[in-house]
C-alpha cells in the first residue's frame, strides 16, 4: 500500500475497522444460491433494476466503466455489459464472488461458450468495498449500480458502502443507480395484528406453568414483542392517514447522515378509531443526472415502490406497534418524529414520539410548544423504541377482497360529511385520494418473460416507467 492510501486508511477508520469486521455470518447468509434466487425471483426487483440499466445503454453505459457493489450473483453486473458498457468490476465479500467466476469462465469457452458477450469483461473483485486495497487495484468508474436495500430501506446497512464507494471510486458527474431512496411512514390501525401481538406476550402471565409462576418474565416479554417490527405484507384499507416522506439522495447523502437521521411526523388523520402503530416501506429512483450521459442522448427515468399499494416484492412492508393504541378523530393532526440511528447489528434503532392534536391547534404549534405538549400531555402521547434487525413475520395477508370492506368493518368511522358524500352522483365526486388508487394494472413486456410494466393512476411523470 503507497503512503498516500496508508494515510487514506488512518483517516477513515469508520470504513476500515468497523465495516471491514463486521459479522461473517451476514456474508455467509448471501453467499447461498438459495437467497440470490429468493431476490432474482422477485420480479419487481429484479425488472425494475434491468429496465434502469438496459433502458439507459445507449445514454449512460455504453463504453463505460462501471462498478457493481455488493454484486452477488452479479446480475447486474451481467445486465451493464448488456447495456454495453466497456468493464464492469463486480466487487462482493461473500462466497457468491467465487461462484460469479465460474459463469464468467463459461462465457470464454471456444467451442461451446454460454454468455459469450460476458467474456473479459467483467472482473470480480472479491473483497468488501471499503478495504483500503482496493483504492490502490481499482480505477475511477462512471456508473456505480448496486442492490444496497433492506427492510424500510436502510436495513443491513448496505447503503453505508454504496455511499463510500461513491466518496472514493466515482469520477466527477458520475451516476449512482438506484439514484435516490424514499422512506415512507404512515399511521395504521390493525386491531388483530394488536392482538395477535398481546396475545403473545400473555403467555408469560402464568401462575403455575408446570408449577412454574412465568409473571416476571411478563415486562421483558411485552417491551420484546411491542419493539420488535412486524415485516409481511397488509392492506393499504388500514391506512389510517397519508405517509410522510423522507428521501435519501444517494448522489449528496453523507455517511454520517446515513448513521443518524430524524423523520417529521405531521399526518392527517382520515377515521375516527384506534391507531395501532407505524406502517413503512421505500420506493427507489433510478434518474441518471444529466451530468453523466453521452452527449445528445436523453435518459430514461425509472421508479420502483414496495407499497402497500403495489405488487408485492420480497422486502414485503413494515409495521411498528404502539405498546398502547392511540384514539384518533377524523381530522385530527399527529406531530412529532421518528429518530433513526445505527446499531451494531447492521441495522437500526428507532425511536417515536407522537401527539394527537387537534386541527386549530397543530395549525399555530410552535415546534417549542410541540416539545412542551410531547412532554406533558400523557393522554394524547405516545412513545416507542422498535429496534429494526429484532424482525418477526406476519403473512396473514393474502390480498383484497372481490368486494372492499367498509371502513366500520375494521371499527374505522368516517366524518359525517365524507359518509354522505359517498351518495353523490359519481361525476360529482371528487378523485379518490386513497393509496389504494395508485395501482391500475400490471402487465409483461412484449418479447420478455422477466419486464413487467405497472401503470398509474396518480399524476406521474408519463415519461416514467413504474415498478
Known sequence: ????????????????????????????????????????????????????????????????????????????????????????????????????????????????????????????????????????STPKVDVIISEPIGVLLVHERMLESFVYARDKFLRPGGAMLPSSGTIHLAPFSDAALWNETITKARFWQQDSFYGVD???????????????????????????????????????????????????????????????????????????????????????????????????????????????????????????????????????DMEARIIALDEEEAATLTEEGLSLLLDSQKSRTRSALWYLHEQTYNYAYTGEPLEPAKPENANLYLPVESLLAESIAPAQRLPSTSHASLVSSVHGVADSQTDFIVTSSSNQDPNAMQY
Open 1 to 136: 500500500m503507497s503512503k498516500e492510501s496508508s494515510r487514506e486508511a488512518e483517516a477513515n477508520p469508520r470504513e476500515d475497522d468497523e465495516v471491514l469486521h463486521r459479522d461473517p455470518s451476514y456474508f455467509q447468509y448471501y453467499s447461498q444460491l438459495q437467497h440470490q434466487q429468493n431476490m432474482l425471483q422477485d420480479y419487481v426487483r429484479t425488472s425494475s433494476y434491468h429496465s434502469a440499466i438496459t433502458l439507459n445503454g445507449a445514454a449512460l453505459f455504453r463504453d463505460r466503466i462501471v462498478m457493481d457493489v455488493g454484486a452477488g450473483s452479479g446480475i447486474l453486473s451481467f445486465f451493464a455489459a448488456q447495456a454495453g458498457a466497456k468493464h464492469v468490476h463486480a466487487v462482493e465479500a461473500s462466497g457468491m464472488a467465487n461462484k460469479m467466476k465460474v459463469i464468467l469462465e463459461a462465457a470464454k469457452r471456444k467451442n461451446a461458450a454460454r454468455n459469450a458477450y460476458l467474456a473479459d469483461r467483467i472482473t470480480v473483485v472479491g473483497s468488501k468495498i471499503e478495504d483500503p486495497r482496493l483504492l490502490e
Open 214 to 348: 412465568l409473571n416476571p418474565y411478563f415486562a421483558p416479554a411485552f417491551d420484546e414483542f411491542f419493539s420488535a417490527p412486524v415485516v409481511g405484507c397488509f392492506s393499504p384499507t388500514t391506512l389510517i392517514g397519508d405517509s410522510v416522506q423522507c428521501e435519501v439522495d444517494f448522489h449528496t447523502v453523507t455517511l454520517a447522515g446515513l448513521k443518524e437521521f430524524v423523520i417529521p411526523i405531521d399526518w392527517q388523520i382520515k377515521y375516527t378509531g384506534l391507531m395501532h402503530g407505524v406502517a413503512g416501506w421505500f420506493d427507489l429512483a433510478f434518474v441518471p443526472p444529466a451530468s453523466s450521459l453521452h452527449p445528445g442522448t436523453k435518459s430514461s427515468t425509472v421508479y420502483m415502490s414496495t407499497s402497500p399499494s403495489s405488487p408485492a416484492t420480497h422486502w414485503q412492508q413494515v409495521r411498528l406497534l404502539l405498546k398502547q393504541p392511540l384514539a384518533v378523530n377524523a381530522g385530527q393532526v399527529i406531530r412529532g418524529q421518528v429518530s433513526m440511528k445505527v446499531n451494531d447489528q447492521r441495522s437500526y
